[in-house]
């Protein structure tokens, strides 16, 4: 089942351009942030949402292991405490929300502003390893090792077990959501 929008509209049809325009409340033609290989960050002439808040008086952190909202893009700016590590090395949806549940209660005396990204549904459908409440959860049949050519997501066969293997990345997340919560 799926649903189809007749009238909808989008910053960017990706991560990059999505969140600096998030971050900036610029179009994507406005902020220029839309291409991995130029090197390129937010405006300087624009106050980033981190900005925004830090002048209200809060304490802004930024915590996530996104790739593509890193401190190199400008996604430093106004914040006042960042911590960043790529999600394939070590910072997915339970490092994040620990990181956040910390930060919470060392600065629980002033106003906060947290940034938190999580990765850990970007490539659930892939052949990356399993945590063991996702094994335990899914059928032996949706733990094999699928056999096809690297494509990306939008041009990929319609896979059951890639279906499973979102399903049980979604639910586990959600779980460390909820402790955050």
Not at 24 to 36: A, D, I, Q, S, W
Not at 112 to 131: C, K, N, P, T, V
Not at 144 to 169: G, M, N, P
């Amino acid at each position: 089942n799926g649903c189809i929008f007749t009238n909808n509209y989008t910053t960017g049809d990706w991560t990059l351009p999505c969140a600096a325009s998030l971050c900036t409340g610029l179009y994507t033609t406005n902020h220029g942030v839309f291409h991995p290989k130029m090197q390129v960050t937010l405006p300087e002439n624009q106050p980033s949402l981190f900005e925004l808040f830090k002048t209200a008086g809060y304490t802004t952190a930024k915590i996530d292991g996104v790739y593509r909202v890193t401190p190199t893009y400008g996604y430093i700016r106004g914040i006042d405490r960042t911590i960043y590590q790529p999600s394939h090395i070590n910072m997915d949806g339970k490092d994040v929300v620990i990181e956040a549940i910390k930060h919470i209660e060392t600065f629980k005396d002033t106003n906060q502003y947290l940034w938190l990204g999580f990765m850990d549904i970007h490539d659930a459908g892939s052949e990356e390893h399993r945590s063991i409440l996702q094994q335990t959860q899914m059928g032996l049949e949706f733990r094999k090792y699928l056999k096809e050519e690297k494509k990306k997501s939008v041009y990929e066969s319609y896979s059951e077990t890639r279906i499973a293997r979102y399903r049980e990345s979604i639910k586990e997340l959600d779980l460390y959501l909820g402790i955050l919560f």
